[in-house]
């Protein structure tokens, strides 16, 4: 742990004055990955409040995280399972980092949720937590005496936070683990007259529920540390998908299942990948399955080539409400995409980015056809061409922009939608290789 004593940062001279005339200057809260087997006693304290037969618990992982789980089943308080400094922080400008993934068994439930709580030396509280929101997501609150709505994010997903104290101002910054940019920058909290002295992580609050339905919460935490994790390296990347598993240094894997909605992605062994997704059960999201580059796209001009086909039940003609395909996740959190949904008699490709989307060609469903990517001056384009034809066609612009690029690669399922109705749906892409050149 790195122990040092700070000293005054970034105050209005009108608070500086005050605040070094009333308060000493305290050592820093404690730095930790979280990969002890117990929660280090010199750190953090661990309080419970388990009333009745609501319950929840504070442990380490095995993966090297700290887990916060909160079991609710009666209408009564609301457990407390949380961590607090066992150090405070003074009067100085501070930034820190954390790692974190939340999940829960039950969405819009906005009276469970659980986050990271700042105790004021005055003893009012302000704090950056995640609710329970819709089948797949988890949402963004923040405030003090006011809450404030943020972004949706997935559930079950890495993202890393960012803190930072100013003497006056409590910020928060959030992005996906590995990118870049930091998206938000929320402003949490303002004072001229108190600052952040305790930090809780968990659900500290003293609450009551009038719910007798079973809700399951999880918050992990990776780590909380003074220095900022760095992101995925710049790299290009090929691939032919010639081998019997997924390329663990080329890409990740994500697996969003519910319930009977269900996917699947492998390699077949004979140079392909498989992206499957099954969908049938309107009561749960569908599923979202697919792969992400293992490295950021450089910020410059390249060309990228693949093959692909696409095909889908009879259920799933005429419907573009789920899809598969290529997404391009920009450095600014926004998305572009090439994709293929069930519009016609089972193949059209479609493409744009979260602002809209474009109806491009109706394909032959289950037919191979090479692709083109390419991002020059700015703008993404992309071609297509039957397999062994010649001639490229097609020229679609995808998305221009001069202030952001795309830095990640997704292959598989755009977004995670609600499932369309009881239909028993299957969807299949098949994806050849990835690679420089055709």
């Given at each position: 742990m790195k122990t040092m004593w700070r000293c005054v940062g970034n105050l209005s001279i009108l608070s500086m004055v005050f605040w070094i005339l009333v308060h000493p200057c305290y050592a820093a809260w404690p730095e930790d990955d979280f990969s002890s087997a117990v929660v280090d006693p010199a750190k953090w304290n661990?309080?419970?409040?388990?009333?009745?037969?609501?319950?929840?618990?504070?442990?380490?992982t095995e993966a090297g995280e700290l887990m916060v789980a909160i079991y609710q089943r009666n209408p009564v308080a609301l457990p407390q399972a949380y961590i607090e400094s066992a150090t405070t922080e003074g009067l100085n400008s501070w930034t820190y980092y954390s790692g974190i993934r939340f999940n829960a068994s039950n969405y819009n439930w906005t009276a469970v949720h659980a986050g990271y709580y700042f105790v004021m030396a005055d003893g009012t509280r302000a704090f950056l937590r995640f609710d329970p929101y819709g089948p797949a997501a988890c949402r963004i609150r923040f405030g003090s005496t006011d809450i404030a709505n943020g972004p949706y994010l997935w559930r079950d997903f890495d993202y890393e936070l960012k803190f930072s104290w100013d003497g006056v101002e409590l910020k928060g910054w959030y992005r996906e683990k590995g990118r870049l940019a930091w998206l938000g920058e929320f402003t949490i909290f303002t004072s001229f007259f108190t600052y952040p002295k305790t930090l809780q992580i968990g659900q500290p609050l003293e609450m009551g529920t009038s719910t007798y339905d079973d809700l399951n919460l999880y918050l992990n935490v990776d780590y909380w540390t003074g220095t900022e994790p760095e992101p995925l390296p710049v790299q290009t990347f090929e691939d032919e998908f010639g081998y019997t598993m997924i390329h663990p240094l080329k890409w990740m894997e994500y697996d969003m299942s519910f319930w009977s909605n269900t996917g699947s992605q492998q390699v077949d062994g004979y140079g392909h990948l498989s992206?499957?997704?099954?969908?049938g059960n309107p009561n749960y999201a569908s599923a979202g399955i697919w792969l992400q580059s293992n490295g950021r796209m450089p910020d410059e001009d390249w060309i990228y080539y693949t093959r692909?086909?696409?095909?889908?039940?009879?259920?799933?003609?005429?419907?573009?409400?789920?899809?598969?395909?290529?997404?391009?996740e920009l450095e600014d959190g926004r998305k572009a995409f090439v994709c293929f949904d069930g519009v016609g008699t089972g193949c059209r490709m479609k493409y744009g980015t979260d602002d809209g989307t474009n109806a491009g060609p109706q394909l032959m469903d289950d037919y191979w056809y090479e692709w083109k990517f390419a991002w020059e001056g700015h703008v993404l384009k992309t071609w297509y061409r039957e397999w062994g034809?010649?001639?490229?066609?097609?020229?679609?612009?995808?998305?221009?922009?001069?202030?952001?690029?795309?830095?990640?690669?997704?292959?598989?399922?755009?977004?995670?939608?609600?499932?369309?109705?009881?239909?028993?749906?299957?969807?299949?892409?098949?994806?050849?290789?990835?690679?420089?050149?055709?």
């Open positions: 661990v309080i419970y409040n388990q009333p009745a037969t609501n319950s929840g618990e504070v442990t380490p992206t499957n997704i099954f969908s692909a086909k696409f095909n889908a039940t009879v259920a799933q003609w005429g419907r573009s409400d789920l899809e598969l395909g290529f997404t391009f034809r010649e001639q490229w066609l097609g020229g679609y612009t995808v998305f221009g922009d001069l202030a952001t690029h795309p830095e990640l690669l997704r292959i598989g399922h755009r977004d995670i939608v609600a499932c369309p109705s009881y239909d028993d749906i299957s969807m299949n892409l098949m994806t050849d290789y990835w690679r420089k050149q055709p």
